[in-house]
């Protein structure tokens, strides 16, 4: 692994707006980095990352069935009493899911380490699977790089094939916060995915959702809601006045009702209590476990942080960096620290994507800061052997 820079494509601006690539730019920071790339080789990918990724998440799969059976699970997860059921029963039907991302530290000497499993609403997904496949494609044919260079990236088949497993009866709504770029960006891209699967779909922002007499989702047409990705986090979705219309609604949620076990933090430490000592693994407690006041180099998490909000890295009993948000009051895990790789005064944090239940590519997003933020820039990589 290394990090290369070359001379950015002239017109990649002009490229992204066409494409509704609005967001290369957030918060008035570049967010798009299209001079420099991330170099692996084959092996690299396969057994570093790809083999790791797919490990991990079938792990994570077994896990959730032990959890949604065991209620004082639920409960260290902060997931309330009341929604229990719902997120058991989901994972007892069988409900379908779709894709989550891992977090993952590796700096190409030892093993890739799991930071976090953002399973329930994963962005960056359009810039991983498609953007920096153009980029790809366009610096090869300007011969800035060789015709052999690749990419770990089956993302957009893998998403179009898991759109297709899902029922293309009725009309597929996306729901998102449609006044941010980002979120809108990346529901229109998974729209794209699901027409190319043979459905139909609808766009509608997540306040405009309705409840009909019958306790049913509506759009803004009054047609119910029998389908629906939300980009739209649970440990919200579950606390929300319209969650008790939730489980008789008979709308299909995509993420589905248990990936409310998969995108918490409270997951790291049941993962190493389960598998101790897994080298893809890092050690990691709830904060009242006494393993946790052992760790003298150590990141503590909120359960439901997002983008690295209220992130607090310890070292040698020091906080060293902090990170300002709004979470924290649901329960802190803490996670050994453990290293990124570094250039160029620079932190990268590798995203290797799940979509249906395989690892199927990867995005790489870098900071000035070990706490990855939503200022991160994303970085494009290749394969050469």
Same mark, same amino acid.
């Given at each position: 692994m290394r990090r290369i820079e070359l001379p950015e494509r002239p017109d990649w601006r002009?490229?992204?707006?066409?494409?509704?690539f609005g967001f290369h730019e957030m918060y008035g920071e570049p967010y798009w980095v299209d001079d420099a790339a991330f170099v692996f080789s084959l092996a690299e990918i396969?057994?570093?990352?790809?083999?790791?990724?797919? =490990?991990?998440? $079938?792990?994570?799969? @077994?896990?959730?069935g032990e959890v949604v059976k065991d209620d004082a699970a639920l409960a260290r997860l902060a997931i309330p009493e =009341?929604?229990? $059921?719902?997120?058991? @029963?989901?994972?007892q039907k069988g409900d379908r899911h779709l894709y989550g991302?891992?977090?993952?530290?590796?700096?190409?000497?030892?093993p890739a380490k799991l930071l976090e499993y953002n399973a329930d609403t994963p962005t960056s997904i359009f810039e991983s699977a498609f953007f920096q496949y153009n980029w790809l494609t366009d610096n090869v044919a300007r011969g800035a790089l060789p015709e052999e260079a690749d990419q770990f990236n089956a993302i957009q088949e893998s998403l179009v094939a898991a759109f297709a497993s899902f029922s293309r009866e009725p009309i597929f709504h996306f729901a998102a916060w449609t006044e941010s770029d980002e979120d809108r960006g990346t529901a229109a891209y998974l729209m794209d995915c699901a027409v190319q699967a043979g459905h139909r779909v609808s766009l509608i922002d997540i306040r405009e959702i309705g409840v009909d007499a019958e306790g049913r989702f509506t759009d803004t047409e009054d047609r119910v809601i029998d389908q629906l990705f939300k980009l739209y986090p649970w440990e919200d979705m579950l606390r929300e006045p319209f969650a008790k219309h939730i489980a008789g609604s008979g709308t299909v949620f995509v993420e589905p009702p248990w990936k409310a076990v998969l995108s918490n933090k409270g997951l790291l430490p049941l993962l190493w209590d389960r598998y101790p000592g897994h080298p893809?693994?890092?050690?990691?407690?709830?904060?009242?476990?006494?393993?946790?006041?052992?760790?003298?180099n150590a990141v503590r998490k909120p359960l439901f942080s997002r983008?690295?909000?209220?992130?607090?890295?310890?070292?040698?009993?020091?906080?060293?960096?902090?990170a300002e948000g709004s979470y924290g009051a649901e329960g802190t895990i803490v996670q050994e620290l453990t290293q990124l790789f570094q250039a160029n005064g620079r932190f990268a944090v590798l995203g290797s994507w799940i979509v249906g239940d395989h690892a199927c590519g990867m995005g790489i997003r870098e900071d000035a800061s070990r706490i990855t933020r939503n200022l991160s820039r994303f970085v494009p990589h290749i394969i050469l052997d």
């Open positions: 002009e490229k992204a707006e066409a494409v509704g396969e057994e570093a990352i790809e083999e790791p990724s797919q =490990a991990l998440h $079938d792990m994570c799969m @077994d896990l959730v =009341a929604m229990r $059921d719902l997120v058991r @029963d989901s994972w991302r891992f977090d993952l530290a590796y700096d190409g000497t030892g893809n693994l890092l050690p990691a407690f709830y904060e009242d476990d006494p393993g946790a006041s052992l760790l003298r983008e690295g909000e209220n992130v607090v890295i310890v070292e040698e009993g020091v906080v060293t960096e902090t």
